[in-house]
């Protein structure tokens, strides 16, 4: 039974950090993608960060130079950095798996249509 359990979430005033972590069973880690993933309230998930079975990585431009992802397939785990929060990052935030499709379909990693597993969603709040 796969699952992903997200932890590290809280509240941060701006500029602030936190670290999400999420940890995976029940299937190949290495053999999939990883992505993070947020849902504000009244809005569509978007994607925020993934990485790929090679360690490729993709940001949406929002997060560009503050958040990092890395993964760690001896542990299966997945992190997100965050670094200088700011208040539109308040959001529920998703860890996620889907089969790796390779570098000529990169730019589908940040679409939640790829993705076939997903954690239960930790809140990260950023206050002004």
């Known amino acids: 039974q796969v699952q992903l359990v997200e932890s590290g979430g809280g509240s941060v005033q701006s500029g602030g950090a936190l670290r999400l972590s999420c940890a995976a069973s029940g299937y190949t880690y290495s053999r999939y993608s990883m992505g993070w993933f947020r849902q504000a309230p009244g809005k569509e998930r978007e994607g925020v960060a993934s990485i790929d079975t090679d360690g490729s990585t993709t940001y949406a431009d929002s997060v560009k130079g503050r958040f990092t992802v890395t993964r760690n397939n001896y542990m299966r785990t997945l992190l997100l950095q965050m670094n200088i929060l700011k208040p539109e990052d308040t959001a529920m935030y998703y860890c996620?798996?889907?089969?790796?499709?390779?570098?000529?379909?990169?730019?589908?990693?940040?679409?939640?249509?790829?993705?076939?597993?997903w954690g239960q969603g930790n809140q990260v709040t950023v206050s002004s």
């Open positions: 996620a798996a889907g089969p790796s499709r390779g570098p000529l379909y990169r730019w589908k990693s940040l679409l939640p249509s790829e993705y076939n597993y």
